[in-house]
């Protein structure tokens, strides 16, 4: 009885230790960057990462519209050939 009563009590103080430490943790990780700074590296870096994803979507995309030309290039031609064999 005497063992379960201790064991209880030491899972409180680990609990609460632990709790403590979590919150010492995140209030000292609030740290922020002076207003001038954080307004100047974080456009640069939003407009660096967006203009990187434009970049990743765009090649594709061109790669994309050539093949349709192409494709569309010779469905005309093909069906320019079947016209004529079949006149």
Do not use: W
Request: proline share 3%; hydrophobic share 45%; glycine share 6%.
């Amino acid at each position: 009885m005497l063992q379960a009563i201790a064991m209880k009590i030491f899972r409180h103080r680990l609990s609460f230790f632990l709790g403590a430490l979590a919150l010492i943790g995140l209030c000292g990780c609030k740290q922020e960057a002076p207003p001038e700074k954080a307004k100047t590296s974080g456009n640069s870096a939003v407009e660096a990462a967006g203009q990187a994803a434009v970049d990743y979507l765009k090649t594709p995309m061109d790669e994309a519209r050539q093949a349709e030309g192409k494709l569309e290039k010779s469905a005309e031609e093909t069906a320019a050939a079947i016209k004529k064999s079949t006149q």
